[in-house]
């Protein structure tokens, strides 16, 4: 895989921000601001300015903020609500209140989603064995 040097100009500000995780991380900047654009390239196409700044900021995370994200779930009753009115609206449709009901909690749950993959992406990253499907059980 061929490697291409690329030279950026950073605030004071964002580089004492990476600087500080690199300090955390006992890696060089290169390698963080490297690992954080790797990281964020997949997620540029995601539409939601705040999602995708989200996920950016992922990068930043210690490992075990990284499992906890990576094991994310809708909690127990938003799954059922989803359930509930996905069987509704096959049955007899939904209602206008009930169909913007529907679309928030799809939307979380891709949100969700997304943030588990990015969780697991970095983890792999950073050398851990993700291959394991029942590491990503919630915990509790």
């Given at each position: 895989m061929a490697v291409h040097p690329v030279t950026i100009n950073l605030s004071e500000s964002v580089y004492r921000q990476i600087k500080r995780a690199a300090d955390v991380v006992r890696r060089p900047v290169d390698e963080v601001v490297a690992e954080a654009v790797v990281a964020a390239a997949p997620i540029m196409d995601?539409?939601?300015?705040?999602?995708?700044?989200?996920?950016?900021?992922?990068?930043?995370?210690?490992?075990?903020?990284?499992?906890?994200?990576?094991?994310?779930?809708?909690?127990?009753?938003?799954?059922?609500?989803?359930?509930?009115?996905?069987?509704?609206?096959?049955?007899?449709?939904?209602?206008?209140?009930?169909?913007?009901?529907?679309?928030?909690?799809?939307k979380l749950y891709r949100e969700t989603l997304l943030v588990r993959a990015q969780a697991v992406a970095l983890l792999q990253q950073r050398g851990y064995d993700v291959s394991d499907p029942r590491a990503f059980q919630p915990l509790g």
């Open positions: 995601i539409s939601t300015s705040s999602l995708r700044m989200e996920l950016a900021q992922m990068a930043y995370l210690n490992d075990a903020a990284l499992w906890k994200a990576a094991r994310a779930t809708l909690s127990k009753e938003q799954r059922q609500q989803l359930e509930t009115l996905h069987d509704k609206q096959q049955r007899v449709g939904l209602t206008p209140g009930e169909q913007a009901q529907e679309e928030a909690l799809r």
